[in-house]
């Protein structure tokens, strides 16, 4: 493709992205190559060595964490994306429904809030009803702004589906429920799945929320790490991230590949 | 079954009439409320969390002028804006680049576009730590080639907190104006270069100006988080250089003037509001431009 004969080509493009994608991808790279050092000092390469990763695996307090992110990420992605299904099969079949903009401005509420002023408005309404179970808070304030992110794919397949479907299964006079067991959730199932990914990745990612209701008993493992990076660099910190970055991309990659999926699905 | 359209969206309006907006109406009164003795607050109305933002109370009783607040607030909107700015004029390339792309290369792109986005924030912001810090990446590598003998640390100061922030939020910048120039119809700029527009002016009398709304709503994604970040200020930051989010953020913590807190929280609130209402506007007079157009 010579630039000469193509207008849309701009000059400096190409290397300006390779840059680019480099600069992306060069933090990454670094926290997983310093993660092989055998040295305490992170940046001071004396050596290839896996033991950072052994005392990672064996580290209790760790583990523990891990354990609570994922029970609170599990949980708050089923109630999340349980109530964003129901809000997004009204909001987008639902006939009348009235003050429809109203009620998906405040399902979608805590994408148009700064996180920092959520974590504040669950800190102090739990302060104020007294809740004090760290875990049952955790869960709540979860579901909270995971629920947004649920929503929003299921909308958006329901919207992208004639509901043909569905007339012709009420037209075979099947009720409601069996309509929506057997014709809508088959169909709008990609949908689910990525909205539930998605919660579940933004519950397990999340820092601000997760660390201002931090109390005893319930550390999640963000904010473990945090107590971690405070403490000062170590290749240990290394190991635990390259595993978090090697668990993330499965997700992502597997997150992909069943979209795509779906999307051929859809087409046929 | 019959009114599934009430009890559809009930679990979803009681969960955010409970967690967010009961909650929010409760922080606008504990901005107006009295500090408590050992933290928290008491209901009492004072308007002392918003007259701190402004002034300083002296040994005697006496209120000065003390601007350190307003720094604080003005810094985080010039930090946010400057690194919405910087994550426009990377993305731009970036995405038109990956336009020109086959079919298969630009899914490719754009999934290694988002991919790092999966990846944990305090793992990116971590990264960065490692690499600017002392006895950093970048600072072993200069000393290595023999540049410099002994540096200042490049964390700790805006520089780097900037950094972190334009490498969290890129992709949310990169993916809207890809869209707006995937829409862009080629015969526009085929058209401009037969009436001998430069490629220079075909992008910015065509290109560019189809493809603000796109910027402008990654602006928008960028712009909102950036005001209300809090990892980057406190790690890349070292926790002194504050912004509004680690300042909130510290009041509820070791600082415990939850009135205060309560205070920015909702001034921090306020601005983000005032984006999205001035951008809601401005999508809205565009519409009604485009209909009066036709």
């Known amino acids: ?268 | 079954m019959k009114d599934f359209r009430f009890w559809g969206l009930l679990p979803a309006h009681l969960l955010m009439m409970c967690t967010l907006i009961v909650p929010i109406l409760i922080i606008i009164a504990v901005s107006v409320s009295t500090r408590g003795a050992y933290g928290g607050f008491e209901f009492e109305f004072s308007t002392d969390a918003y007259r701190q933002i402004l002034f300083n109370e002296g040994w005697s009783g006496e209120m000065e002028f003390n601007p350190q607040y307003l720094f604080i607030i003005a810094r985080t909107a010039v930090l946010a804006g400057l690194a919405t700015l910087i994550c426009m004029v990377l993305a731009f390339p970036v995405a038109y680049w990956i336009t020109l792309q086959s079919a298969q290369m630009r899914t490719l792109l754009l999934f290694m576009v988002t991919l790092p986005f999966w990846v944990s924030m305090i793992v990116r912001v971590y990264a960065w730590l490692i690499i600017l810090g002392n006895d950093g990446v970048i600072e072993s590598a200069l000393r290595a080639t023999g540049l410099v003998e002994d540096m200042d640390t490049l964390l700790f100061n805006n520089g780097a907190m900037l950094v972190g922030m334009v490498y969290s939020y890129i992709p949310l910048m990169i993916l809207p104006v890809y869209a707006s120039i995937e829409k862009l119809d080629r015969a526009l700029i085929e058209a401009s270069h037969d009436l001998y527009g430069s490629r220079m002016t075909t992008l910015r009398r065509v290109i560019l100006p189809l493809c603000w709304p796109g910027l402008g709503a990654g602006a928008i994604l960028v712009f909102v988080p950036c005001l209300g970040t809090v990892l980057e200020p406190i790690l890349l930051g070292g926790g002194k250089i504050m912004m509004m989010g680690n300042l909130i953020q510290m009041q509820f913590g070791g600082a415990r003037n939850w009135p205060f807190g309560a205070a920015i929280a909702i001034t921090l609130m306020c601005l983000v509001m005032g984006v999205l209402i001035v951008n809601g506007l401005r999508a809205m007079r565009q519409a009604q431009l485009k209909a009066e157009s036709i």
């Open chain 1, 1 to 268: 493709m010579a630039f000469k004969h193509n207008v849309r080509q701009y000059r400096g493009l190409g290397p300006f992205t390779v840059v680019f994608f480099a600069w992306l991808y060069l933090p990454i790279a670094v926290v997983i190559f310093y993660s092989f050092n055998e040295n305490r000092l992170v940046s001071v390469w004396s050596g290839f060595s896996l033991k950072w990763y052994a005392e990672a695996l064996s580290n209790r307090n760790l583990m523990n964490a891990v354990q609570t992110s994922l029970s609170v990420a599990a949980i708050a992605t089923i109630c999340a994306t349980g109530i964003a299904l129901m809000a997004a099969l009204v909001l987008v079949r639902g006939r009348n429904v009235k003050y429809r903009r109203v009620s998906e401005t405040i399902v979608n509420l805590p994408l148009l809030l700064p996180e920092i002023v959520l974590s504040v408005a669950v800190l102090i309404l739990f302060s104020q009803v007294g809740l004090a179970n760290g875990f049952l808070k955790l869960v709540i304030g979860h579901t909270t702004f995971c629920t947004p992110f649920a929503f929003l794919p299921i909308r958006a397949r329901l919207q992208g589906m004639d509901s043909d479907f569905e007339d012709a299964s009420a037209d075979l006079y099947a009720n409601r429920w069996t309509t929506f067991r057997r014709v809508t959730l088959p169909l709008i199932a990609p949908g689910v799945f990525a909205g539930a990914m998605l919660a579940f990745v933004i519950s397990m990612d999340d820092f601000i929320t997760s660390n201002m209701l931090n109390s005893g008993g319930s550390t999640t493992l963000p904010v473990y790490i945090f107590g971690l990076i405070r403490q000062g660099t170590t290749p240990e910190l290394n190991a635990i991230s390259t595993l978090i970055i090697l668990v993330s991309l499965i997700v992502a990659a597997l997150a992909l590949f069943i979209q795509a999926r779906g999307a051929t699905t859809n087409t046929h």
